[in-house]
């Protein structure tokens, strides 16, 4: 089962929800059989250097996949090219059932769309990072606002108030003044997940969130991400917390050199591996 640590002193516990009722309803909506978002053969390499081989998955409603495997397999540029901060050097990726990034020309040919319409279509998938990206001069508060405001186009007062409720859902309430430098690494981690989180998306992308955390601050990390996926966020998160891909993930996939080898329950993946390659992997990290 997943493990869990204490709460960082003085931090309240988290709220009972973190999603809005609203948010929720709108992710039970989504339609069961589309996929929420869909790799198609993708192909991403850099310099001939081939990062993706013709990567393929998909992901429903709800569901959490969590991907393991070693690095420079090619796990954080497939989030990149999930969140259209990639272009594709080849296939597709669909967001309930559109293409994104491109338009179809014809002829089976296919067009980039312009940057501000990407723009907009980045809007349905939220991303944390491994490193916090946080404004340093903007307080948590702050930080949490600003793309309510300049993305979104609310009033300051609109996206303060939805940015406090968030603060408050990730137990950072009362931390909403302080700006990064005064903030622990977990922290700034759950400011940069209730930023993405006040966007709306309809799935969340996370790249190796605990990694650059000392190993007392992962859990109130763990611990957020743990209830989103209770209350039905669509989540891929690349990921080493064995606990948290095997207690909380509903698939375990495995990439090596630009691939997925191996995708199962997580039963199934941890205790009896089809691959020797996956085997090796959960040797040295188990």
């Not at 992710?27 to 081939?50: F, K, M, T």
């Not at 070693?70 to 080849?90: M, N």
């Not at 338009?103 to 944390?128: I, N």
């Not at 990390?221 to 948290?244: P, S, W």
Request: glycine letters at 10%; proline letters at 7%.
């Amino acid at each position: 089962m997943s493990r869990y640590l204490p709460p960082e002193e003085g931090d309240p516990p988290l709220a009972r929800r973190i999603l809005d009722p609203e948010v929720i309803a709108e992710l039970q909506a989504l339609p069961s059989e589309v996929p929420v978002i869909e790799a198609i053969d993708v192909h991403r390499e850099y310099a001939g250097n081939r990062v993706l081989r013709g990567v393929s998955f998909s992901i429903g409603r709800g569901e959490v996949k969590a991907i393991l495997g070693p690095s420079g397999s090619g796990k954080s540029t497939l989030l990149r090219c999930l969140a259209l901060l990639e272009p594709l050097d080849g296939g597709q990726v669909r967001i309930e059932g559109a293409l994104v990034g491109a338009r179809e020309a014809g002829s089976g040919r296919f067009e980039p769309l312009t940057e501000s319409a990407v723009a907009r279509q980045r809007l349905d998938v939220g991303m944390v990072f491994q490193r916090f990206n946080l404004f340093p001069h903007l307080t948590a508060l702050g930080n949490v606002m600003i793309a309510l405001t300049e993305v979104r186009g609310l009033s300051r007062d609109d996206a303060r108030l939805i940015a406090d409720t968030m603060l408050e859902r990730v137990g950072l309430g009362h931390r909403r003044t302080f700006y990064p430098s005064e903030l622990s690494g977990g922290q700034q981690q759950r400011v940069a997940i209730a930023r993405a989180l006040v966007m709306k998306p309809k799935v969340m992308l996370f790249d190796e969130p605990t990694s650059a955390l000392d190993p007392e601050l992962v859990g109130d990390v763990l611990r957020v991400m743990e209830e989103l996926a209770r209350e039905g966020m669509t989540m891929v998160v690349v990921t080493h917390e064995i606990g948290f891909a095997r207690g909380v993930a509903s698939r375990v996939l495995m990439m090596d050199d630009g691939q997925i080898i191996e995708d199962a329950p997580p039963d199934d993946f941890f205790d009896n591996p089809q691959q020797p390659r996956t085997r090796r992997f959960l040797e040295a990290v188990v």
